[in-house]
């Protein structure tokens, strides 16, 4: 009897551990500026690794400040956010932004995986849609509309 509550034991401790494995992170700040979700990196048009736990911080320039967890470190970088899928799976927002270092845009992609109700979907939309009023402004004399800004 003892080897049977032994091995129900251990089978509930696995389904927990996969449980907590499969749970998005997610966590914003009031103001929807400051939030933690799971982010994936894209590089050549393909994803990178697995889904990793994630801080961003939009910063008033309009680009994030993102922080990836990896092992016990974290790494700092900055991104311009430049799109958003349009057909996400169900209950999730998916958002991709580019990598900016020096005023450059790098060709390393990162795609945010964000809860459809959050806080943070308002901000970042709006983000977005910043951007497009400012590619659409025509450049000054010409009265044709500008290029695609340099987002920096």
Known sequence: MEIFWLVVLVAVMGGMWWV???MEPHWSSKDGKRFLCSAQEIVKGVPEGRPRETRVMVM???LLHVSVKRMMRRH???WMLVGRAPDPPKKLQIYLAQMREDGQNLPMMLSLRI???SRCVAVLDSL???SEVRASRP???TGR???RPDRG
Do not use: F, N, V
């Open 145 to 147: 509309p500008a290029g």
């Open 20 to 22: 907590a494995y499969k």
């Open 76 to 78: 700092h970088s900055k």
């Open 128 to 130: 977005l849609a910043e």
């Open 115 to 117: 809860p459809a109700g």
């Open 60 to 62: 008033p320039d309009g």
């Open 139 to 141: 450049d000054p004399g």
